[in-house]
């Protein structure tokens, strides 16, 4: 019943309608965060989005919206009042992304700003909450004890769902909440996950390694994608000290300028982690716009340092997709008609 309800609430019938109402106020843009694609028989991740589900997603916008590019949002007179004006945005910079990704925005001629953090592209070293999820999901794990590196004794509900993943959330978050990688609480709990399951993960990990900068430079001569900074290290800036601040912000964008030809102005803040030293060093690195992931609608009065993004998860279903897509769009229309 639930189910059926949000797949009703998510018609693009009301979101063309939510549209005509709002527009009367301006140009409604939404802007979605997704990260990865995934096979349809790979395994599950939340963050990871089957391919079909992907192009199904394409579908439906391009009925209900209009697909823009990053440059639109600083032309206001390019944004369509009478329909929904979405933006495509991908963080981390996947090797899928030019693989599963880009044949379909492509197909869907539906442009992306794709965020690629640098020393993983380098380096070629997996995203490190891949070689925690990689082995939870691969082998269907239940049960991962980090007592004694001063975190839970973590249970996951075997159901492949978003309950799952409320789980595995709380393993990601106390994580990322005590710091980075070097912290060594942090290092100790991953070498634990690596030396016990680091098969597992080695044996799946290459489908889900970083680009490299070959392939950045191919998906930047596409006309459907601009590149943008995801930082040099992939790390929480807002945990790291000055001179670590500005290289992960200069570095970034000495390298993607490198590949592309054009340093990029546009910034995704690692894991939406930001306060006022991050932003003021973001400013000072060159950056014009930077993105965060609290959910919202872009507006041109938002402030151009912190702007909110729709998150698409790989365990929402495709009602729900429509359903969160329009109930943002009915929490944002209420305030434009107090």
């Given at each position: 019943m639930r189910e059926a309800l949000k797949s009703?609430?998510?018609?693009p019938a009301l979101t063309r309608g939510l549209v005509r109402v709002g527009g009367r106020g301006g140009p409604m843009v939404a802007v979605l965060c997704y990260h990865d694609l995934?096979?349809?028989?790979?395994?599950?991740?939340?963050?990871?989005?089957p391919v079909t589900e992907f192009d199904r997603q394409l579908t439906w916008?391009?009925?209900?919206?209009?697909?823009?590019?990053?440059?639109?949002?600083?032309?206001?007179?390019?944004?369509?009042?009478?329909?929904?004006?979405?933006?495509?945005t991908f963080d981390d910079g996947y090797l899928n992304n030019l693989e599963l990704a880009l044949p379909l925005l492509e197909a869907h001629r539906a442009p992306a700003l794709f965020f690629v953090s640098t020393r993983p592209m380098l380096d070629q070293q997996p995203f490190w909450p891949d070689l925690v999820l990689t082995p939870v999901q691969a082998l269907r794990l239940t049960r991962l004890d980090l007592t004694a590196f001063g975190?839970?004794?973590?249970?996951?509900?075997?159901?492949?769902?978003g309950r799952r993943w409320e789980d595995l959330q709380r393993l990601l978050v106390d994580l990322k909440r005590v710091?980075?990688?070097?912290?060594?609480?942090?290092?100790?709990?991953?070498?634990?996950?690596?030396?016990?399951?680091?098969?597992?993960?080695?044996?799946?990990?290459?489908?889900?390694?970083?680009?490299?900068?070959?392939?950045v430079g191919t998906m930047s001569r596409s006309p459907w994608v601009r590149i943008g900074s995801h930082s040099h290290d992939h790390v929480l800036l807002t945990h790291i000290d000055d001179p670590a601040l500005t290289m992960n912000l200069a570095e970034s964008r000495r390298i993607l300028g490198g590949i592309t030809g054009s340093p990029p102005t546009d910034?995704?803040?690692?894991?939406?982690?930001?306060?006022?030293?991050?932003?003021?060093?973001?400013r000072k690195a060159g950056y014009t716009r930077a993105w965060a992931s609290h959910p919202g609608l872009f507006t041109p009065s938002a402030p151009k340092m912190a702007l909110p993004r729709l998150e698409v998860g790989g365990y929402d279903q495709f009602g729900v997709f429509g359903f969160v897509l329009n109930s943002r769009l009915a929490l944002d229309l209420a305030p434009r008609h107090r």
């Open positions: 009703l609430l998510g018609h995934r096979a349809d028989d790979d395994f599950a991740n939340w963050l990871r989005l916008l391009g009925r209900t919206a209009r697909f823009i590019a990053p440059e639109d949002l600083d032309a206001p007179e390019r944004l369509d009042r009478g329909r929904l004006n979405v933006m495509l975190f839970a004794d973590y249970r996951f509900r075997p159901a492949d769902d710091g980075n990688t070097d912290h060594p609480r942090v290092a100790a709990a991953l070498a634990h996950i690596t030396g016990t399951h680091g098969d597992t993960a080695a044996e799946h990990l290459q489908r889900f390694r970083p680009l490299t900068a070959d392939e910034l995704a803040y690692p894991n939406g982690s930001w306060d006022r030293r991050v932003v003021m060093a973001a």
